[in-house]
């Protein structure tokens, strides 16, 4: 018989328990008139959208990428008019008032970032694109398919940490990328 009574108040427990889970459940999903509230603030203008924001830093990063390579004289035409002057592109970031390279600046950590930064690039191909790194000094070697992607090589290596000078010596060819 205390069996049959500890099952009985086991189930009666059970129940009691599932019902208030069914209850509070059923209240949290409804719309209250706070989250409605919250929902009509995240439609408004003052407050955009989490879309919209990574939208504006997406479009802030590329015109901070445009005037860097402006300039830096990265342009495509800048960049065509110095292969065919030289055969190569140079440039060097000037150093902020009291920055310097530390002479602990590892050579191998600079050319992995770089490395790393043309990974991530759709338009250039890290594997094309020899890296030499000594104190601060960049060597780009290897092929791409346009002046614009040599630029765009210069400036990811220049905005690299630890990077003073760059030199490429990227050939165009169109069939690459």
């Known amino acids: 018989m205390k069996t049959v009574l500890f099952i009985f108040l086991i189930g009666a427990a059970a129940g009691a328990f599932g019902l208030y889970y069914a209850q509070e459940k059923h209240l949290t999903t409804a719309p209250t008139p706070a989250a409605e509230t919250k929902a009509a603030d995240k439609s408004s203008p003052a407050s955009p959208t989490l879309g919209e924001r ?63 930064k043309f990974a991530l690039d759709k338009e250039l191909s890290a594997r094309a694109i020899s890296i030499d790194c000594d104190s601060g000094q960049v060597t780009l070697s290897g092929t791409v398919a346009s002046n614009a992607l040599i630029a765009k090589a210069v400036g990811l290596a220049l905005d690299t940490d630890g990077v003073s000078h760059v030199t490429a010596k990227l050939t165009v060819s169109p069939g690459k990328s």
Do not use: C, F, Y
Not at 61 to 67: E, G, I, M, R, T
């Open 54 to 116: 990574a939208r504006e830093d997406a479009k802030s990063v590329k015109d901070s990428v445009a005037n860097k390579l402006t300039e830096w004289h990265l342009t495509p035409d800048e960049i065509g008019a110095e292969l065919s002057r030289t055969g190569q592109v140079v440039r060097t970031k000037a150093q902020s008032t009291g920055e310097t390279i530390a002479s602990a600046t590892s050579n191998a950590r600079i050319v992995t970032v770089i490395k790393a």
